[in-house]
T-cell receptor, first 116, second 111 residues
Framework: DTEVTQTPKHLVMGMTNKKSLKCEQHMGHRAMYWYKQKAKKPPELMFVYSYEKLSINESVPSRFSPECPNSSLLNLHLHALQPEDSALYLC???????????????FGNGTRLTVT | DAKTTQPPSMDCAEGRAANLPCNHSTISGNEYVYWYRQIHSQGPQYIIHGLKNNETNEMASLIITEDRKSSTLILPHATLRDTAVYYCIVRVLYNFNKFYFGSGTKLNVKP
């Protein structure tokens, strides 16, 4: 079990669909992250939110739209995806202040996305 | 940000110590070394981190060389459940949000 919960665990969507991935944590962390992981590759950083504001966008295509509605929730809205976007999408969270500046990231188990 | 270099794979006999090396020769003074592992189809799991002193917790030990250019993660008594990909990550303190994974080492623990 992890303290970062991601839903759904699996998602299949067509290229014209709109769907959302959800991530939730109740550890009081104020930094939240989205990563994308292709098979047999390391996770790649996509977005980082700090205090509900987007602080890092790693040049991700606009068909991926992140949202952080409050300090516990992180969404990733998907629209007009391509088959090559099929991957494991991982959410993480971490502390942001004081001694928490070097605190580790806590990861969820991801959403396995398949674009058909 | 400093880059890390790890061997792509290693084997270890069950019950023996697993020593996983990581090279981070361009590390600077304000960068921490983190280790994570990822078991198939799960999210990465935090193991340990350190700045310059050796660190130990219930999972592993982290040995950082005096010049900080390399480190070794030690699993003292490897079990089959330790089979996973192990990632060594260097993280800049002042830019704590940037957390990049390297290519990792696939550790195969064999009976």
């Amino acid at each position: 079990d992890t303290e970062v919960t991601q839903t759904p665990k699996h998602l299949v969507m067509g290229m014209t669909n709109k769907k959302s991935l959800k991530c939730e944590q109740h550890m009081g962390h104020r930094a939240m992250y989205w990563y994308k992981q292709k098979a047999k590759k390391p996770p790649e950083l996509m977005f980082v939110y700090s205090y509900e504001k987007l602080s890092i966008n790693e040049s991700v295509p606009s068909r991926f739209s992140p949202e952080c509605p409050n300090s516990s929730l992180l969404n990733l809205h998907l629209h007009a995806l391509q088959p090559e976007d099929s991957a494991l999408y991982l959410c993480a969270s971490s502390q942001t202040t004081g001694t928490g500046l070097n605190s580790p990231l806590h990861f969820g188990n991801g959403t396995r996305l398949t674009v058909t | 940000d400093a880059k890390t270099t790890q061997p792509p794979s290693m084997d270890c006999a069950e019950g023996r110590a697993a020593n996983l090396p990581c090279n981070h020769s361009t590390i600077s003074g304000n960068e921490y070394v983190y280790w994570y592992r990822q078991i198939h189809s799960q999210g990465p799991q935090y193991i340990i981190h350190g700045l310059k002193n050796n660190e130990t917790n219930e999972m592993a030990s982290l040995i950082i060389t005096e010049d900080r250019k390399s480190s070794t993660l030690i699993l003292p008594h490897a079990t089959l459940r330790d089979t996973a990909v192990y990632y060594c990550i260097v993280r800049v303190l002042y830019n704590f949000n940037k957390f990049y994974f390297g290519s990792g080492t696939k550790l195969n623990v064999k009976p």
